[in-house]
């Protein structure tokens, strides 16, 4: 099983990122998809969630209405669209999935996203 994520980076405050997260070893489709956050010093924190089919979306206060999950199951992917980037957002973005909406089976490796001008 692997979890690959990309798209982290530098960003000025209010720019934008696209995160990406490619799935093999397990049946995609089927797993809830996550992408959680921990900044240094921090507890880690559930960014957002999207069920199987796509249809249902789950997001952390702190970034409902700036970040948007979605994904491409022909693709075995999930992405995190973050606009109007904050410092706060300065953190490890993880991908993870699991078989409930409130644990994960497997997790990703991270890519760093820092929002610094």
Same mark, same amino acid.
């Given at each position: 099983?692997?979890?690959?994520?990309?798209?982290?980076?530098?960003?000025?405050?209010?720019?934008?990122?696209?995160?990406?997260?490619?799935?093999?070893?397990?049946?995609?489709?089927?797993?809830?998809?996550?992408?959680?956050?921990?900044?240094?010093?921090?507890?880690? #924190?559930?960014? %957002?969630?999207?069920?199987?089919?796509?249809?249902? *979306?789950?997001? $952390?206060?702190?970034?409902? /209405?700036?970040? =948007?999950?979605?994904?491409?199951?022909?693709?075995?992917?999930?992405?995190?669209?973050?606009?109007?980037?904050?410092? #706060?957002?300065? %953190?490890?973005?993880?991908?993870?999935?699991?078989? *409930?909406?409130? $644990?994960?089976?497997?997790? /990703?490796?991270? =890519?760093?996203?820092?929002?610094?001008?």
């Amino acid at each position: 099983v692997q979890l690959v994520e990309s798209g982290g980076g530098l960003v000025q405050p209010g720019g934008s990122l696209r995160l990406s997260c490619v799935a093999s070893g397990f049946t995609f489709s089927r797993y809830i998809m996550m992408w959680y956050r921990q900044a240094p010093g921090k507890e880690r #924190e559930l960014v %957002a969630r999207i069920a199987t089919t796509g249809r249902v *979306t789950n997001y $952390a206060d702190s970034v409902k /209405g700036r970040f =948007t999950i979605s994904r491409d199951n022909a693709k075995n992917t999930v992405y995190l669209q973050m606009n109007s980037l904050k410092p #706060e957002d300065t %953190a490890v973005y993880y991908c993870a999935a699991g078989t *409930t909406w409130v $644990a994960y089976d497997y997790w /990703g490796q991270g =890519t760093q996203v820092t929002v610094s001008s």
